[in-house]
T-cell receptor, first 110, second 115 residues
């Protein structure tokens, strides 16, 4: 079983839609949960992070962690064509090694 | 700050050739990483370093070598290139504090094709 599972998509939505991106994981020791955004032909960049369970909101983006279900989500409200990118979840136990999901490709159509 | 820089941006190699991918960071980070990214496969860790003179294998180290003589530089060496090494290579660095303090900063990547 992989440590982190993420549907690669692609996910195609119309502009203005609410987008839900998800990852499941198997190791209950993960404490830090991050989302990276990667534009085409660029390196990943940190978008949001949360510690332990709960929600965190930043503008149109909300990160949600459910440790009991080992399930993390990223919601994008009022999606824009500029949100078209690959989104990678990343998990960390508190050490320096981070495990990345495979990434979900998102297309937002104008 | 330039962050993490990588050279070259693109390279085509013939089978059996060797090359070095360069990576430099100017954030005084102790931790540096090399990943490869294949379509639909996510990021696979090749090698990492926790400081100058200290390196260790990641998930997919075969066919690669690294060295870390300074805090800033972490070159990746490919010996006897094979078509299976066709990929996009990313270098990253972090402060290594653990958890969210260990946010990784990525370079722009090197696209390598082995024919």
């Amino acid at each position: 079983q992989k440590e982190v599972e993420q549907d690669p998509g692609p996910l195609s939505v119309p502009e203005g839609a609410i987008v839900s991106l998800n990852c499941t994981y198997s190791n209950s020791a993960f404490q830090y949960f991050m989302w990276y955004r990667q534009y085409s032909r660029k390196g990943p960049e940190l978008l949001m992070y949360t510690y332990s369970s709960g929600n965190k909101e930043d503008g149109r983006f909300t990160a949600q962690v459910d440790k009991s279900s080992k399930y993390i989500s990223l919601f994008i409200r009022d999606s824009q064509p500029s949100d078209s990118a690959t989104y990678l979840c990343a998990l960390n136990t508190g050490g320096f090694k981070t495990i990345f999901g495979a990434g979900t490709r998102l297309f937002v159509k104008a | 700050n330039a962050g993490v820089t990588q050279t070259p941006k693109f390279r085509i190699l013939k089978i059996g050739q060797s090359m070095t991918l360069q990576c430099t960071q100017d954030m005084n980070h102790n931790y540096m990483y090399w990943y490869r990214q294949d379509p639909g496969m996510g990021l696979k860790l090749i090698y990492y370093s926790v400081g100058a003179g200290i390196t260790d294998k990641g998930e997919v180290p075969n066919g690669y070598n690294v060295s870390r003589s300074t805090t800033e530089d972490f070159p990746l060496r490919l010996e006897l290139a094979a078509p299976s090494q066709t990929s996009v290579y990313f270098c990253a660095s972090s402060s290594g504090g653990g958890g969210v303090a260990d946010t990784q900063y990525f370079g722009p990547g090197t696209r390598l094709t082995v024919l």
